[in-house]
């Protein structure tokens, strides 16, 4: 029952915040609950703490920011965003009062059990955030592990500040995090794994539009945020800020062509070779393409297949010559396994090895040298393992320093569970089947990159993925027009080319000024910028500030989003005057 309170230090780098002043001139108003201030001190702990993490950031809103107290809140605050700050005690004109406020346009921010308790302490229940924030409170996360993370949707209205599926790790503090279920969340709660949470919802920010105000809710009280970096607390609440100050927000998306999600779905194709076929098919049956990478040793052994699978059309990469892994070895041991696969495959396809830039670690075993390796052999992306990033999208190695994206090898970090982590947990078909299908559903909320990998012979008849897959890809078919399925060298060719534009904007009202300059060599198909709507289905106009500017496309994503689609950026610098209304 919302009564374990922790004392947090956070004052300690509140200076470390960013000071730069928002745009929008409306009041932001931090309201410090006197009940609730009482309530803290009763049980030990200084609401105060919590306040301190707001009275961190709010100082960038200028003369906008003020904290109000009781009497300032009751005799009515002029339009503008109130923060409600763990604000667990709330007494009828309190209540009352809040309703004025969003009633006359005035948006919300609360956190945690706001409101979940009466003016005496007294438990209310979930009743106000349910009511005012449109989610369903179902219960609280176990907080007997410190395993929590948050992972905000990348490219989403709120979160778009924040790269996609980011583990943001949430400590272990006294309050339970709250689960929750809304229509619209801008994050969720997972392990470091990612996994489905076995006790249901996950839900952590949620976000709501009435027909007068906007409202975003916390699921998590301000201790938590000790835990983040002040630098990617301010980064997220920016975007949130701005949503809920109806003050739409232009930026590069990360997919091409208006998709919100890109998926990559590939074989290791090891033992039992000759199941690699079945899965072409059940690719090729909704129209996508995959990646096999070939542990040549065996690849050797079935040069038709792999010469058949090329000419369907999917992508053949390495999974090294043998199945041991290169972290640790020598160089000279990694090279020479690198060169001895390459000459392998080169007895397979001939003159088409060229094609084979893409590679995957046996056993996901790697490291720098390999990295720096691969390159050098003419790999341009390699596939790792969950915890090769914090996020949910391509990166660029790191391996080699001062290397553009140009040169630099693409990371695609695996970010689904596979087949052999199912069948260590001794999942059943049904449960893979619906582990699967979940974290799908979570790759396109997130804007993430989807990879999944299964095995050749985890794929023979009656074999755990084989059965799974067609379902999976009915799945993936029901979600073309969000998704983007395409081949690993296909993704990274992308990360690279997007890589290459840069954009600019600059806001007065509702008009933005977009400038977007593209690098060498250009020729950018497909190119996405996001627009957030300062309203449900807002239209969104573009006009090019000269004619010659290549045209765009837009594309409604959601009520809350629009896509600018550029067919062909060719070098240079071009610019757009885009109006939401």
């Known amino acids: 029952?919302?009564?374990?309170?922790?004392?947090?230090?956070?004052f300690l780098y509140a200076s470390c915040f960013s000071k730069t002043v928002h745009a929008n001139d409306l009041p932001v108003y931090l309201y410090r609950s006197p009940l609730t201030a009482q309530f803290f001190k009763v049980n030990e702990a200084a609401y105060d703490?919590?306040?301190?993490?707001?009275?961190?950031?709010?100082?960038?809103?200028?003369?906008?920011?003020?904290?109000?107290?009781r009497s300032e809140l009751t005799e009515g605050l002029l339009p503008g965003t109130l923060i409600l700050a763990s604000a667990l005690l709330l007494d009828p004109e309190e209540r009352e009062a809040i309703q004025t406020f969003t009633k006359a346009g005035g948006g919300l921010v609360a956190t945690w059990g706001t409101g979940s308790r009466g003016a005496t302490g007294e438990w209310k229940g979930f009743d106000f955030i349910e009511s005012n924030f449109q989610v369903s409170v179902k219960g609280e996360l176990t907080r007997d592990s410190e395993s929590w993370f948050l992972t905000p949707f990348g490219d989403g209205p709120l979160t778009w500040s924040l790269p996609s599926g980011r583990r943001i790790y949430m400590g272990k503090t006294a309050e339970n995090l709250l689960r929750i279920e809304a229509p619209?969340?801008?994050?969720?709660?997972?392990?470091?794994?990612?996994g489905k949470d076995k006790d249901g919802a996950n839900g952590a920010i949620a976000f709501h539009e009435a027909d007068t105000h906007r409202a975003v809710y916390f699921s998590f009280p301000e201790s938590a945020w000790f835990y983040h970096t002040p630098d990617e607390v301010a980064t997220m609440l920016d975007s949130i800020m701005a949503w809920v100050q109806r003050s739409p927000k232009v930026f590069k998306a990360a997919w091409p062509d208006g998709k919100e999600a890109a998926h990559l779905i590939e074989m290791d194709t090891e033992d039992k070779f000759f199941s690699a076929p079945t899965f072409a098919q059940h690719l090729e049956k909704i129209g996508v393409k995959g990646t096999f990478y070939v542990l040549t040793s065996v690849a050797i052994k079935h040069p038709e297949i792999v010469k058949d699978?090329?000419?369907?059309?999917?992508?053949?990469?390495?999974?090294?010559?043998?199945?041991?892994?290169?972290?640790?070895?020598?160089?000279?041991e990694q090279e020479a396994r690198i060169i001895n696969m390459k000459n392998e495959l080169r007895k397979i396809i001939g003159s088409q090895a060229t094609k084979a830039t893409g590679f995957r670690a046996p056993t996901e075993s790697y490291d720098t040298t390999t990295e720096q390796l691969l390159r050098k052999h003419g790999i341009l992306h390699h596939a790792a393992d969950p915890n090769a990033s914090q996020d949910r999208l391509p990166f660029f190695s790191t391996a080699e320093n001062n290397l553009g994206p140009e040169k630099a090898l693409v990371v695609l970090p695996r970010t689904q569970h596979d087949d052999i982590s199912f069948r260590r947990q001794n999942r059943t078909t049904a449960q893979v089947s619906e582990a699967i299908a979940h974290d799908l559903d979570l790759v396109i909320k997130g804007g993430a990159l989807g990879l999944l990998s299964v095995h050749s012979q985890n794929y023979v008849d009656g074999a755990l993925m084989q059965q799974t897959m067609g379902a999976?890809?009915?799945?993936?078919?029901?979600?073309?027009?969000?998704?983007?399925?395409?081949?690993?060298?296909?993704?990274?060719?992308?990360?690279?080319?997007r890589a290459l534009a840069e954009i600019k904007t600059t806001q007065k009202d509702k008009k933005i000024h977009l400038e977007m300059e593209v690098k060498q060599p250009g020729n950018i198909e497909g190119l996405s910028v996001f627009v957030t709507h300062p309203a449900k289905n807002a239209t969104v106009t573009v006009q090019p500030a000269d004619q010659s500017a290549p045209k765009v496309r837009i594309k409604v994503i959601d009520p809350f989003r629009?896509?600018?689609?550029?067919?062909?950026?060719?070098?240079?610098?071009?610019e757009y005057l885009i109006t939401v209304q």
């Open 1 to 10: 029952m919302l009564i374990r309170l922790t004392l947090i230090l956070c």
């Open 49 to 69: 703490d919590m306040l301190a993490q707001w009275r961190a950031y709010l100082p960038k809103f200028g003369k906008q920011f003020k904290e109000v107290n």
């Open 184 to 194: 619209n969340l801008a994050a969720v709660y997972m392990d470091w794994d990612r």
């Open 309 to 332: 699978l090329m000419n369907r059309g999917h992508e053949i990469a390495y999974h090294a010559d043998v199945h041991v892994g290169f972290r640790g070895l020598k160089s000279s």
């Open 472 to 497: 999976y890809m009915d799945k993936v078919a029901g979600y073309k027009d969000r998704l983007w399925v395409a081949r690993g060298d296909q993704i990274a060719d992308w990360w690279r080319k």
């Open 562 to 574: 629009s896509a600018l689609i550029f067919d062909k950026l060719a070098p240079g610098r071009v």
